[in-house]
């Protein structure tokens, strides 16, 4: 894996910019960096560089930037294209020659053979730019589910276009304003991170999963080699009506999907939480493998939190190389202060420390881990879809009871503000738009009256960008896991991830987000899903295949850490620092009133919505101190 960063702008910049620029991504590559930098024909200045984590090939023959013959076309990539093989067979055919045994020389030349075209052939994830000389033109793509990040910026004042893996190489770019959109953070509160393709600053933005972005003569603009919504209307459309075959097919493709994944010249293993999805993906992975593969999870102290147990029985069954770590409170808080150093943007997903533990703890062995990650999302497996499905079918209640509170003399007894969070918001999901937000008017209501000015509601910024799914058909929970995979998978999980293991150089790869086994989901009913009010139906019975049943049969856990009482004990002075209303005067972002309301209302409540939202604007103040300008 690895880190790219470049820019073109009007201004000839010394080498030690673009330097410093590509090491502030260490981190993801350090193995090996290279740095181009050239004059163009129309007067701009082109600069591209990368650090390298190498994994396949390596030989210096993998160094990059990387150029074709003619040194016309130049190509950073940070990545894994898991069909290489296959495309470089193809390639020789057509006479291409091969210096090295990288994947990156692949993309290459099959950009050399097929142009943009080349990007729907890559199995993979990927964030990429591609300097075409000939046609004077930059490329970026990102993978089709977003598994590898990829930012860029354009400038209003010169029109520099810079780009980069992560925000710190272009924060490190001369010619970049730290402006924040303080607009969109009552929807960071609500959603725990900034949703694509907006980010944290003004003129900056992330390339979507599967979107193309092209800087030509100047102008920037953008299309989707890989849509979500096209191609889940053209693939359900061909549903697979005998469960018996979609479940061998499936089978089949996972098989596949984690052997290609399995390719790697150092050292290889799987998280194993004892769940369904890390089970599949490390029973799978023990099958293709001659050797025990490594295995790698970490406990809790506490039995709510702790599945090591159930781990350590699911590889003594499979016959894996097991390794567990029991963390401490402490071993937990002590990634938190520096945790903004590496996602570089505020983020507000919790889970994000157990994660980077986890990562250190495999690093010690391995470079490359295979995860889990894409069960819920296509398979139905979040309590949220129970949720969607009550909704769906209690519609008529909802909007009946809705009425009934609205009647004049309830009304003016606020009768609605007082029943539970989730009565309220079931009851008022009135909006045809925002159906599948169910319960983000419970964190909304109270975020937007934490911005000082110019702030938008969450739900109301999120309706343009939600609308074609919200449109699409009446399912609500295929609708909401189309959601999901759009955003919460994007935005939150995958990022999650990439940060948390990157942080340790760590590569991890996500056999279930092969873009061939996201289509085949959307060939399988939902009544595959989720029968019975079993969530994961088709998963589970192929992992009940592999592993005896009483060793899955549990409640889903998660890596939940004890957020809200950090934030009452540990926590609770650094959260009052950072609610100091002299500060937050000063910042002019937070109302110091709300703020400090919420606080108050945390010591008294184990209600989630106070601790989710004050652990985000913690995260957040964190994030300003560190990249921004000093609070204190």
Known sequence: MCGICGYLSGQKYRPEILTEMNNTMIHRGPDDAGIYQTGLSNGLYLGLGQRRLSILDLSSAGHQPMFSDDRQVVLVYNGEVYNYIELREELELKGYRFRSACDTEVILNLYLEYGIDCLTMLNGMFGLAIADLRQGRVMLARDRMGKKPLYYYRSPETGAFVFASELKPIMAFPEFRKEIRTELISGYLVNKCFDSPDTVFRHTWKVQPGECVIWEKNNVHSYFYWDLLETYQKQSGRKITDYAAAKDGLV???????????????????FLSGGIDSTVITALAQRTSVEPIRTYTIGFSTQKENEAEYAKAVAKHIGTNHTELYVSKQDLLE????????????????????????????????????????????????????????????????????????????????????????????????????KLQLFADVREKHTRDMIISGSESAKRDFEEKIHEITSLGNDWQTKRMLLDMRYYMADEVLVKTDRGSMKYSLEIRC?????????YSFRVPLQYKYRNGKKKYILKDIAYDLVPRELLDRPKQGFGVPVALWLRNDLNKQLRQYADPHILKKQSIFEAGKISEFIQRLEVSDKSVYSSVLWGFMMFQMWYQEYVEDLW
């Not at 089949?252 to 799987?270: A, C, F, H, Q, Y």
């Not at 056999?511 to 289509?519: A, G, T």
Request: aromatic share 8%; hydrophobic share 40%.
């Open 511 to 519: 056999p279930l987000l092969d873009y061939r086994i996201v289509e």
């Open 252 to 270: 089949n493709l996972l098989s596949d999907s984690v052997e290609k994944r399995m390719i790697s010249d150092v050292p290889l293993g799987t």
């Open 335 to 434: 990634q938190i202060q520096d945790i903004c150093k590496w996602y570089d943007e505020p983020f507000a997903d919790s889970s994000q420390i157990p994660t980077m533990l986890v990562s250190k703890l495999a690093k010690g062995d391995v470079s490359v881990i295979l995860s889990g990650d894409g069960g819920d999302e296509l398979f139905c497996g979040y309590e949220q879809y129970d949720w969607m499905l009550w909704a769906q079918k209690l519609e008529w209640l909802g909007k009946a009871g809705h009425a009934v509170c609205h009647m004049p003399l309830l009304r003016n007894m606020a009768l609605v503000d007082r029943l539970p969070d989730k009565m309220n918001a079931f009851l008022n999901n009135r909006d045809q738009r925002t």
